[in-house]
Structure formats: structure tokens, C-alpha cells
């Protein structure tokens, strides 16, 4: 089994930044790819960004040059959201899948998830 916990959300202005991190625990090697997504209310979950074990990394356009997802020795999950925008408002969930390979997939292929760190970011 795999336990995720979000951490690092919070409410900024238009144009801030925050760091947002995923606790990692239990059988790691039920965490051969991961990924953020996040949904707002009233729409779809949507995935944002995806590392596989050598590192690569994938990022939906919208994220494309703001967003950065990165990893650490022990499977401990980030990502640094830059330049945030209102629509970039949503509970973000980190996602983990013993499945290798490429890892930007839908949200339903994905068995391990934490419960969500919500950023708001204002007008």
C-alpha cells in the first residue's frame, strides 16, 4: 500500500507561487510513476504534470512553463506552481501508480491518492 499526503496550499495573489508537497509512504515500489492533478469544483479532474522513475517529465500546455513537478530520493513528490493565474484555483491531489512507463494518463488508472491541498489564487 501507498499513503500520500498534499501539503504546501494556501491562498495568493495573482502572479504568486507556492510549493506544494506530497508525503510519501508505505511500499514504494507501488510508486513507479506519479503525478499531480487537480480539480475545481464543478469540473473534471484534470492532470497536470507526471514524473517516471528516470525523471521525465510531462505537463499539460495550460501548466506548460509555470508549473515544475520533481522528486526526491525517497519518492517524496513536489511541485512549484509560478506566475499562478485565478483559473489555476482547484484542491490539488498527488496520484501514485505501481505501473511504469509513461505516466501522463487519466486520473482513473491511478489506484493510490491523497485527499487534496487546496490553492486559491485571487484576481
Known amino acids: 500500500q501507498v499513503q500520500l499526503v498534499e501539503s504546501g496550499g494556501g491562498s495568493v495573489q495573482t502572479g504568486g507561487s507556492l510549493r506544494l508537497s506530497c508525503a510519501v509512504s508505505?511500499?514504494?515500489?507501488?510508486?513507479?510513476?506519479m503525478a499531480w492533478f487537480r480539480q475545481a469544483p464543478g469540473k473534471e479532474r484534470e492532470e497536470v504534470a507526471a514524473?517516471?522513475?528516470?525523471?521525465?517529465t510531462t505537463y499539460a500546455s495550460s501548466v506548460e512553463g509555470r508549473f515544475a513537478i520533481s522528486q526526491d530520493n525517497v519518492k517524496n513528490l513536489y511541485l512549484q506552481v509560478n506566475r499562478l493565474k485565478p483559473e489555476d484555483t482547484a484542491m490539488y491531489y498527488c496520484?501514485?501508480?505501481?505501473?511504469?512507463?509513461?505516466?501522463?494518463?487519466?486520473?482513473?488508472?491511478?489506484?493510490?491518492w491523497g485527499r487534496g491541498t487546496q490553492v486559491t489564487v485571487s484576481s
Open positions: 514524473i517516471e522513475i528516470d525523471g521525465t
Open positions: 496520484a501514485a501508480d505501481k505501473r511504469g512507463g509513461s505516466c501522463f494518463r487519466p486520473p482513473w488508472s491511478y489506484p493510490y
Open positions: 508505505g511500499d514504494t515500489s507501488n510508486a513507479n510513476c
